[in-house]
């Protein structure tokens, strides 16, 4: 049953992540998402970053940094930062458990350096890359417990995205793919 209140984040019992019915680039936020070392960010909501963010210049952005798994490249957009997770080798490479926590104590580490407070992400992992969403919660919970950081995890319900047409073979889980 949907509400008006679907995009209110819910928070779960450590306070440390929060959910929201939103897309990721609706909130106005610091955020993150994960992609491949070798910059494609072709697909899912990585490619949806990089249209928002700049498109070429963005991903010459990332790419310049030259990153490798387990770390982290970030882009300043505006007020915000953009934190592009490297997760895998190769866009058609799958991210480990270990590669995402990884990066997301690189994430940690800046955010600690930078004063910030307030990261969102998509299902990191659980979208194109089919890693279990009932694995990575409690890891994103263990990496940032006693950080003081808030991490909004959006998702949009599969409801809306099964409203847009979708092209046979196209992926619909949870509408926030990853690369």
């Not at 008006?4 to 909130?27: F, M, R």
């Not at 990575?136 to 599969?158: N, R, T, Y």
């Amino acid at each position: 049953m949907s509400s008006a209140d679907d995009s209110i984040p819910t928070e779960s019992e450590s306070g440390v992540v929060v959910h929201t019915t939103q897309n990721l680039l609706d909130v106005s936020t610091n955020w993150a998402h994960s992609i491949s070392a070798d910059c494609t960010m072709g697909a899912g909501i990585a490619k949806q970053v990089v249209a928002r963010c700049g498109g070429t210049q963005f991903r010459q952005a990332v790419a310049l940094q030259k990153k490798a798994v387990g770390d982290v490249a970030v882009i300043i957009r505006g007020s915000h930062y953009v934190y592009n997770l490297v997760t895998k080798e190769r866009y058609d490479d799958k991210p480990t458990l270990a590669t995402v926590e990884a990066a997301l104590i690189a994430l940690r580490k800046h955010a600690r350096e930078n004063g910030v407070s307030t990261v969102a992400m998509p299902r990191i992992g659980c979208g194109l890359d089919k890693l279990a969403w009932s694995d990575v919660e409690p890891l994103i919970e263990k990496v940032f417990a006693g950080s003081g950081m808030k991490i909004i995890v959006c998702s949009i319900p599969s409801s809306k995205a099964q409203q847009k047409p979708v092209a046979a073979g196209e992926d619909t889980q949870d509408g926030n793919e990853n690369e």
